[in-house]
């Protein structure tokens, strides 16, 4: 369980990007954040493994104060996707999602066999295992930043707009393999998006943003349509 307790974030500027924010976000929850932009999504998000801190106020994980961890042992419990898929341009596919379990001491050999298997498991077509990002459409990109955020098995996933930016006919392919995924595994999941069909379609629990936090919170997420 993440638990947000009346956090604020007023950023070096003065832009207040989260206001008085509390919000719980239960163990194995499909959690999405949607609204419009600039009313503090990501903020809150990166807030979560510690990219940014608050400004006052307490976030924890599982009972723990975040603030009380460290980031590094935070973090490795914790996948990222963001838009751009990020993925370092001189290694292959499977290099890019066998990096993290390397850093963590996995054999190199144990990793690619593992990176391999993630890459199978988000649907994509393991000839492109060899490739490198530039050489993949930036739906495959996607998917390769799903599996390398997947690699070593975090509990938490969080994803901030990771489908916004392919177009229209592979964001519902996207989609579709994020809710098979999360049927298999299970993680706790929380997912930035400003497109309130993507929040309904995904979310088994939907926050809807208003400028400096959450408005209104929904556990059927067909409701936000009807709200
Ligand atoms: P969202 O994800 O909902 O689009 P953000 O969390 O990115 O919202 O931004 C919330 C507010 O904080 C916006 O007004 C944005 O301009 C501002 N903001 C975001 N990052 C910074 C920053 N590094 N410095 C100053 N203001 C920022
Ligand atoms: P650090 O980022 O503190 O240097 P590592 O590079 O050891 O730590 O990364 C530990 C874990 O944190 C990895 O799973 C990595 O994917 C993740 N990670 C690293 N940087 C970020 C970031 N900026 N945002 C989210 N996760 C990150």
């Known amino acids: 369980m993440i638990e947000f307790s009346d956090v604020t974030k007023q950023y070096p500027d003065g832009t207040i990007a989260v206001d008085g924010l509390s919000l719980t976000i239960e163990s194995g929850s499909f959690t999405v954040f949607v609204g419009p932009s600039g009313c503090g999504k990501t903020t809150s998000m990166r807030m979560i493994n510690r990219m940014i801190a608050p400004t006052s106020g307490t976030i924890s994980v599982d009972g723990k104060d975040i603030t009380t961890s460290n980031a590094v042992q935070l973090r490795r419990g914790m996948g990222y996707v963001i838009q751009s898929a990020g993925l370092l341009p001189h290694r292959t596919v499977v290099d890019n999602v066998a990096t993290v379990p390397v850093l ?4 190199r050999r144990a990793a690619r066999k593992s990176a391999l298997e993630v890459l199978e498991r988000v ?13 993949l459409s930036g739906g495959q ?13 975090p509990p938490i996933l969080l994803m901030d707009e990771p489908f916004s930016a392919v177009d229209p006919v592979v964001r519902e392919d996207l989609q579709n393999e994020m809710q098979r995924l999360q049927a298999e595994l299970r993680k706790t999941i929380v997912f930035v998006t400003h497109d309130i069909d993507e929040a309904v379609k995904l979310g088994d629990k939907v926050a809807v943003f208003g400028r400096g936090g ?8 067909q409701k936000v349509l009807a709200s």
């Open 123 to 135: 649907g994509l077509d393991l000839a492109l295992a060899t490739r490198y990002p530039a050489q």
């Open 104 to 107: 963590q001491g996995v054999s």
């Open 141 to 153: 990109q996607q998917r390769v930043g799903v599996a390398r955020a997947l690699a070593a098995d």
């Open 214 to 221: 959450v408005l209104q919170q929904y556990d059927e997420p």
